[in-house]
């Protein structure tokens, strides 16, 4: 199983960015998804998922009405679209994946670094 993420960069404060997590070894269309961040020195810190249809959506308070997660199951692929990005959505920013039917979230992919500067 690999989830890769990918797309992170360095923006200025109010920037965009659309992060993607790329799935293989799982059945995707079975599985929730969600994104999960942490900033150096800090514990991490829950983003925001998606179920396995793409029916249901939750986001932390801290960037909901800033971020949008969307996932195209025939093309394995989970995203995170970032708008008015500040300073301390600053961290590294990682997918993970469960299935429907359990709570804990059984695959972590890699994370990709989003820098927001002032």
């Known amino acids: 199983v690999q989830l890769q993420a990918f797309g992170g960069g360095s923006v200025q404060t109010g920037g965009s960015l659309k992060l993607s997590c790329a799935a293989s070894?799982?059945?995707?269309?079975?599985?929730?998804m969600a994104w999960f961040r942490q900033a150096p020195g800090t514990e991490r810190e829950f983003v925001g998922r998606?179920?396995?249809?793409?029916?249901?959506?939750d986001y932390a308070n801290s960037v909901k009405g800033r971020f949008t997660i969307t996932r195209d199951n025939a093309k394995k692929t989970l995203f995170l679209q970032m708008s008015s990005l500040k300073p301390e959505d600053t961290a590294v920013y990682s997918c993970?994946?469960?299935?429907?039917?359990?709570?804990?979230?059984?695959?972590w992919g890699q994370g990709t670094q989003v820098t927001v500067s002032s």
């Open positions: 998606i179920n396995w249809s793409g029916t249901s959506v």
């Open positions: 070894g799982i059945t995707f269309s079975t599985y929730d």
């Open positions: 993970a994946a469960k299935l429907r039917t359990v709570i804990d979230y059984k695959y």
